[in-house]
């Protein structure tokens, strides 16, 4: 007997009735919570926010477009005002090491007011050292001792001098230095003429004097260098004593607002020091136009090197800080140190230096994408160092490929202590959690959010606010209490399953926003259920041109689909497409073919290598099946062959598993199957029907066929059993089933789907192996038979046409 009744159109469509709301928009509903939906997600991430232990850092799993981000957002945005207040961080000169810049740690809020004071320090530092080294005391007393020094000079140069004149011999100065004459009288030197007319004897002693002389005159000009440090010296002292009483009271005065902060009164007292000893070198640097000290090293003394580069800023009133880093590069993460060109080379300072994002994040939250941060060099290994070593050390590309030979500044390493939150799909989750070591240590607590809830009448409601909530942050019209419920129904198209809602918000929202552009456009103040419905036409005919080809190749012919009569080895399967935010099915022919051989189904699919391994999967599940069934009472000689056809493309999947049971039945029984009927469902190796996927527009695609070609009454398509929870059709399919023009039938087993195809009662094989007569399996039997029967008769041929075997 056939199988029972098609499917009522109530069991095609669970509509959800707007008076159960309890609403009449969703202007009277309030915003619902991440909780709501996603329970286990929010409790995991509270335990991991909570645990103030290394490693505790979340990885949150989720699909796109669930609203990730958004939950984040929301429960970050409540924990950050709890904790203790970040702080602010400033990089300042090191005077001792240029290279290695001092990091300053000040409580939230004080770093703006260290990188303004020191800005006015310095404003107020050049006119305090240009009125000290230009006052008339500075000046006088320099020149007092420039004076001192030359007379001490003139003075031993005058000594020498009377001490030569009492021998005879003269001190004389020369374009080329001073020089030793004999002289005749005090005033005249003797000519060299009147020399060599001098005794021999005498000759001889003023030689020697001058002899000595010249010794004594070069040891005095060796210490003429020594007089002049010593005088430069005094000079930089008196300076530097100047300068110490002019700049003290400008350090004084910063002092008292830091009090509380000895690193800071500490690094106040280091610039008072390096001002003092700086002395003229920094009197000669702010008389520089345009002196900005880009160098990291430098002659002459900046006073740019006071200012405080403020690295991190936090606002004073404690809230600790959430960044979402979109693009997670090395130097977007670890921050980077930039150059100026100066005279054809690359040159920096400590005011160059740039956070990244753990810096800014520092003491808060850091957000990012897994995948993002994956897929850039070295960027993933760069995180693990830093959250490994508790700090952050600048690190630029060019230093880990070995691309860089200049002098780098090595910034001191600033102590890390945040929460990273990473979003990313579940199979990124997986490969990191089995292919890195490091990853369970780093990021113990995983947050999985839910893809689908139950559609209970609490979750319905629960729903109708998420959707008010989703209004409402995009400022959209309210939506009626219809337009909910045409929504709610979506959701539950969108998860393939009438008893459950997809918690994917991204393309409710924008469902939502196209809904409330139709409103706006019809000057309605609500959404309503139109609205909606307008909004979902619009999507399907705008992502509808390849479902329309598939359907024009099918009327014209060029795809061979039929939908009437009936043919052995011939049944109407269903495929689907997807492409981008559009799915579609449509009506596919499988073929089958048998002749003598020794059991072997053929998958023509996989051996050409279009079938994937599910596929390849289903059809040898459907070869154990025939063997168990059949295989007991005799062997199965044949060899058959299942194929797609008009197929060009990968096959996969197992869905087609149950019409390729049928179709190579019907060819082995030689009895025709209904082309008025599609077939989808996988079969396991008992015949027992499994659930498969895309049910609903597996339907739609035959429905729109043979609604096309013109409905009959006698149309249809066989879906599991187990399938039934899962539809959510079209409304023009099930107004046609409910005007008895098309059907859907349910099956549980072979058996059932046999009969509908073939109109003949399945039959069962006893324990003979014999079936009941005018059943379909007594012609699957027979088949068999004449198959067995061919293959002994071809044998038997065989060995009598073969020459005997002779004795030697």
């Given at each position: 007997m056939?199988?029972?009744?098609?499917?009522?159109?109530?069991?095609?469509?669970?509509?959800?009735?707007?008076?159960?709301?309890?609403?009449?928009?969703?202007?009277?509903?309030?915003?619902?919570?991440?909780?709501?939906?996603?329970?286990?997600?929010?409790?995991a991430m509270h335990l991991g926010l909570d645990i103030q232990h290394e490693g505790y850092n979340l990885f949150l799993l989720g699909d796109a477009g669930s609203g990730r981000h958004a939950l984040v957002e929301h429960l970050l945005e409540a924990e950050r005002q709890q904790g203790p207040a970040p702080a602010d961080w400033c990089y300042v000169y090191h005077f001792a090491d240029a290279t290695r810049p001092d990091l300053l740690r000040l409580p939230c809020g004080r770093g703006p007011q260290l990188r303004d004071d020191m800005q006015h320090f310095v404003e107020a530092l050049t006119p305090a050292i240009?009125?000290?080294?230009?006052s008339n005391e500075y000046r006088d007393l320099i020149g007092a001792l420039q004076e001192e020094a030359k007379q001490r000079e003139e003075a031993a140069l005058k000594a020498l001098g009377d001490e030569a004149a009492q021998v005879s011999v003269g001190l004389v100065r020369t374009p080329q230095g001073f020089a030793f004459v004999p002289m005749k009288d005090a005033e005249t030197p003797l000519t060299p003429e009147e020399f060599d007319q001098l005794p021999k004897e005498r000759q001889q002693v003023l030689a020697e004097h001058i002899r000595g002389l010249r010794e004594r005159l070069h040891k005095l000009i060796n210490e003429f260098p020594r007089w002049r440090q010593d005088v430069l010296a005094r000079i930089k002292k008196a300076g530097s004593e100047?300068?110490?009483?002019?700049?003290?009271?400008?350090?004084?005065?910063?002092?008292?607002?830091?009090?509380?902060?000895?690193?800071?009164?500490?690094?106040?007292?280091?610039?008072?020091?390096?001002?003092?000893?700086?002395?003229?070198?920094?009197?000669?640097?702010?008389?520089?136009?345009?002196?900005?000290?880009?160098?990291?090293?430098?002659?002459?003394?900046?006073?740019?090197?006071?200012?405080?580069?403020?690295?991190v800023e936090n606002?004073?009133?404690?809230?600790?800080?959430?960044?979402?880093?979109?693009?997670?590069?090395?130097?977007?993460?670890?921050?980077?140190?930039?150059?100026?060109?100066?005279?054809?080379?690359?040159?920096?300072?400590?005011?160059?230096?740039?956070?990244?994002?753990?810096?800014?994040?520092?003491?808060?939250?850091?957000?990012?994408?897994?995948?993002k941060l994956l897929q850039q060099p070295y960027a993933w290994e760069g995180l693990k160092r830093c959250l490994k070593a508790g700090r952050i050390r600048i690190e630029s590309l060019s230093d880990l490929i070995g691309m860089s030979?200049?002098?780098?500044?090595?910034?001191?390493?600033?102590?890390?202590?945040?929460?990273?939150?990473?979003?990313?799909?579940?199979?990124?989750?997986y490969l990191l959690s089995q292919h890195d070591p490091d990853f369970a240590a780093l990021f113990k607590i995983n947050a999985d959010m839910e893809s689908e809830i139950a559609r209970t009448p609490e979750n319905t409601v629960a729903y109708a606010r998420l959707i008010a909530t989703l209004t409402r942050s995009d400022g959209m019209r309210p939506l009626a209490a219809a337009a909910v419920a045409r929504t709610i129904e979506h959701a539950a198209r969108l998860a393939n399953d009438a008893q459950r809602l997809t918690t994917h918000t991204q393309p409710l929202d924008n469902l939502l926003r196209e809904a409330n552009h139709f409103a706006a456009s019809a000057q309605a103040p609500w959404v309503q259920r139109e609205h909606v419905e307008a909004a979902l036409q619009a999507h399907r005919h705008r992502n509808e041109r390849y479902r329309e080809r598939y359907r024009d190749e099918i009327l014209r012919g060029q795809l061979l689909v039929d939908t009437d009569g009936a043919q052995v080895g011939q049944i109407n399967g269903l495929a689907v497409l997807s492409l981008a935010d559009s799915t579609f099915a449509h009506p596919v022919r499988i073929t089958a073919t048998v002749r003598v051989g020794e059991g072997e189904v053929v998958d023509i699919e996989r051996e050409v290598k279009l079938g994937g391994p599910i596929h390849s999967k289903g059809v040898a599940i459907l070869s154990s099946f025939m063997a168990a069934r059949f295989g007991r009472f005799m062997p199965l000689s044949l060899k058959a062959s299942l194929v797609f056809e008009q197929s060009y493309g990968g096959v996969e999947g197992d869905s087609a598993s149950l019409a390729e049971l049928a179709v190579l039945l019907s060819a082995i029984a030689n009895t025709p199957i209904q082309q008025s009927l599609a077939v989808t469902g996988s079969v396991n190796q008992f015949g027992v029907v499994q659930p498969v996927g895309g049910i609903n527009e597996k339907i739609e695609g035959f429905f729109d066929i043979c609604a096309a070609r013109g409905l009959t009454g006698?149309?249809?398509?066989?879906?599991?059993?187990?399938?039934?929870?899962?539809?959510?059709?079209?409304?023009?399919?099930?107004?046609?089933?409910?005007?008895?023009?098309?059907?859907v039938w349910s099956v549980a087993s072979v058996d059932e789907a046999l009969e509908r195809l073939t109109g003949l009662p399945a039959g069962a094989l006893d324990a003979q192996g014999q079936a009941p007569e005018g059943s379909f399996m007594a012609c699957v039997a027979a088949g068999l038979h004449r198959l067995n029967d061919l293959r002994r008769q071809f044998?038997?041929?065989?060995?009598?046409?073969?020459?005997?075997d002779l004795d030697v």
């Amino acid at each position: 007997m056939l199988p029972s009744a098609s499917l009522p159109p109530e069991i095609l469509y669970t509509a959800c009735n707007p008076d159960t709301l309890g609403f009449a928009s969703t202007d009277e509903l309030v915003d619902l919570q991440a909780a709501v939906i996603h329970p286990r997600a929010v409790e995991a991430m509270h335990l991991g926010l909570d645990i103030q232990h290394e490693g505790y850092n979340l990885f949150l799993l989720g699909d796109a477009g669930s609203g990730r981000h958004a939950l984040v957002e929301h429960l970050l945005e409540a924990e950050r005002q709890q904790g203790p207040a970040p702080a602010d961080w400033c990089y300042v000169y090191h005077f001792a090491d240029a290279t290695r810049p001092d990091l300053l740690r000040l409580p939230c809020g004080r770093g703006p007011q260290l990188r303004d004071d020191m800005q006015h320090f310095v404003e107020a530092l050049t006119p305090a050292i240009n009125a000290v080294f230009q006052s008339n005391e500075y000046r006088d007393l320099i020149g007092a001792l420039q004076e001192e020094a030359k007379q001490r000079e003139e003075a031993a140069l005058k000594a020498l001098g009377d001490e030569a004149a009492q021998v005879s011999v003269g001190l004389v100065r020369t374009p080329q230095g001073f020089a030793f004459v004999p002289m005749k009288d005090a005033e005249t030197p003797l000519t060299p003429e009147e020399f060599d007319q001098l005794p021999k004897e005498r000759q001889q002693v003023l030689a020697e004097h001058i002899r000595g002389l010249r010794e004594r005159l070069h040891k005095l000009i060796n210490e003429f260098p020594r007089w002049r440090q010593d005088v430069l010296a005094r000079i930089k002292k008196a300076g530097s004593e100047a300068l110490g009483t002019t700049v003290r009271h400008l350090i004084d005065d910063l002092k008292p607002r830091y009090a509380d902060l000895p690193q800071v009164t500490v690094y106040l007292d280091a610039v008072l020091q390096d001002i003092i000893e700086g002395g003229e070198s920094l009197h000669a640097s702010s008389k520089s136009e345009g002196d900005t000290e880009t160098t990291t090293y430098s002659s002459a003394i900046s006073v740019q090197r006071y200012l405080v580069n403020l690295l991190v800023e936090n606002a004073s009133g404690g809230a600790r800080p959430v960044v979402y880093e979109d693009h997670p590069t090395l130097q977007n993460l670890v921050g980077r140190i930039e150059h100026v060109v100066h005279m054809g080379t690359l040159l920096s300072n400590f005011t160059l230096i740039r956070a990244g994002a753990l810096h800014r994040a520092n003491g808060g939250f850091l957000v990012l994408d897994a995948l993002k941060l994956l897929q850039q060099p070295y960027a993933w290994e760069g995180l693990k160092r830093c959250l490994k070593a508790g700090r952050i050390r600048i690190e630029s590309l060019s230093d880990l490929i070995g691309m860089s030979s200049t002098v780098q500044l090595e910034p001191q390493p600033m102590p890390l202590d945040l929460k990273i939150v990473l979003i990313g799909e579940r199979l990124v989750y997986y490969l990191l959690s089995q292919h890195d070591p490091d990853f369970a240590a780093l990021f113990k607590i995983n947050a999985d959010m839910e893809s689908e809830i139950a559609r209970t009448p609490e979750n319905t409601v629960a729903y109708a606010r998420l959707i008010a909530t989703l209004t409402r942050s995009d400022g959209m019209r309210p939506l009626a209490a219809a337009a909910v419920a045409r929504t709610i129904e979506h959701a539950a198209r969108l998860a393939n399953d009438a008893q459950r809602l997809t918690t994917h918000t991204q393309p409710l929202d924008n469902l939502l926003r196209e809904a409330n552009h139709f409103a706006a456009s019809a000057q309605a103040p609500w959404v309503q259920r139109e609205h909606v419905e307008a909004a979902l036409q619009a999507h399907r005919h705008r992502n509808e041109r390849y479902r329309e080809r598939y359907r024009d190749e099918i009327l014209r012919g060029q795809l061979l689909v039929d939908t009437d009569g009936a043919q052995v080895g011939q049944i109407n399967g269903l495929a689907v497409l997807s492409l981008a935010d559009s799915t579609f099915a449509h009506p596919v022919r499988i073929t089958a073919t048998v002749r003598v051989g020794e059991g072997e189904v053929v998958d023509i699919e996989r051996e050409v290598k279009l079938g994937g391994p599910i596929h390849s999967k289903g059809v040898a599940i459907l070869s154990s099946f025939m063997a168990a069934r059949f295989g007991r009472f005799m062997p199965l000689s044949l060899k058959a062959s299942l194929v797609f056809e008009q197929s060009y493309g990968g096959v996969e999947g197992d869905s087609a598993s149950l019409a390729e049971l049928a179709v190579l039945l019907s060819a082995i029984a030689n009895t025709p199957i209904q082309q008025s009927l599609a077939v989808t469902g996988s079969v396991n190796q008992f015949g027992v029907v499994q659930p498969v996927g895309g049910i609903n527009e597996k339907i739609e695609g035959f429905f729109d066929i043979c609604a096309a070609r013109g409905l009959t009454g006698v149309q249809g398509v066989l879906i599991p059993a187990s399938n039934v929870c899962h539809l959510m059709l079209r409304s023009e399919v099930v107004d046609a089933v409910r005007a008895g023009r098309f059907h859907v039938w349910s099956v549980a087993s072979v058996d059932e789907a046999l009969e509908r195809l073939t109109g003949l009662p399945a039959g069962a094989l006893d324990a003979q192996g014999q079936a009941p007569e005018g059943s379909f399996m007594a012609c699957v039997a027979a088949g068999l038979h004449r198959l067995n029967d061919l293959r002994r008769q071809f044998a038997a041929s065989q060995r009598a046409s073969a020459p005997p075997d002779l004795d030697v």
